[in-house]
T-cell receptor, first 114, second 112 residues
Framework: NAGVTQTPKFRILKIGQSMTLQCTQD?????MYWYRQDPGMGLKLIYY???????DKGEVPNGYNVSRSTTEDFPLRLELAAPSQTSVYFC?????????????FGDGTRLSIL | QKEVEQDPGPLSVPEGAIVSLNCTYS??????FMWYRQYSRKGPELLMY????GNKEDGRFTAQVDKSSKYISLFIRDSQPSDSATYLC????????????FGGGTRLMVKP
């Protein structure tokens, strides 16, 4: 079982470049999430989606965009990379309410902006 | 004030010790409480969740919620080197099941 797959695992970007972080899940989950994790700061929710065609902002959405055209895929787009976006990015999915359904996480994308 | 506070550690214990990990939170409206475990260079995985106050046990792990003190705990009995990881507490922000707020995590090291 693949679960949640994130690509790429590592990436170095220059300031001002753009890129898309890919996330796909094979569990037919409706809910999907993007987080960023900075050292010692826990996980901060960037965007989430409760189903195909529906997305909403989390705690730290500025500088990012998402789309959800299918149940399986939830890409995260950085349009103008800034050093403050250097972080580890995690995608997650869950079948229903996150409080009684576990969120399944990918292994992250480590992104450095130089 | 952060919504969820957690001592970053690291916490170093000998194998077989009882471990206590704790979080405090500020919003008394939180109802759902979770503990996630994160190994190095991996995504978090759910260990336990509890609803409202009380205790919940699962094998060597016990989660405890004290809503009057806004304090949640995770106890690990007979700790093993394989328990070495970062432990994150998480709370359901609006009790709607679609948004969690996480503590910063406590790094635990269990030495053989």
């Amino acid at each position: 079982n693949a679960g949640v797959t994130q690509t790429p695992k590592f990436r170095i970007l220059k300031i001002g470049q753009s890129m898309t972080l890919q996330c796909t899940q094979d569990m037919n989950h409706n809910y999907m999430y993007w987080y960023r994790q900075d050292p010692g700061m826990g996980l901060k929710l960037i965007y989430y989606s409760v189903g195909a065609g529906i997305t909403d902002k989390g705690e730290v959405p500025n500088g990012y965009n998402v789309s959800r055209s299918t149940t399986e895929d939830f890409p995260l787009r950085l349009e103008l990379a800034a050093p403050s976006q250097t972080s580890v990015y995690f995608c997650a999915s869950s079948g229903d309410r996150v409080s009684n359904q576990p969120q399944h996480f990918g292994d992250g994308t480590r992104l450095s902006i130089l | 004030q952060k919504e969820v506070e957690q001592d970053p550690g690291p916490l170093s214990v000998p194998e077989g010790a009882i471990v206590s990990l704790n979080c405090t939170y500020s919003n008394s409206a939180f109802q759902y409480f979770m503990w996630y475990r994160q190994y190095s260079r991996k995504g978090p995985e759910l260990l336990m969740y509890t609803y409202s106050s009380g205790n919940k046990e699962d094998g060597r792990f016990t989660a405890q919620v004290d809503k009057s003190s806004k304090y949640i705990s995770l106890f690990i009995r007979d700790s093993q080197p394989s328990d070495s990881a970062t432990y994150l507490c998480a709370l359901d922000v609006n009790n709607a099941g679609n948004m969690l707020t996480f503590g910063g995590g406590t790094r635990l090291m269990v030495k053989p």
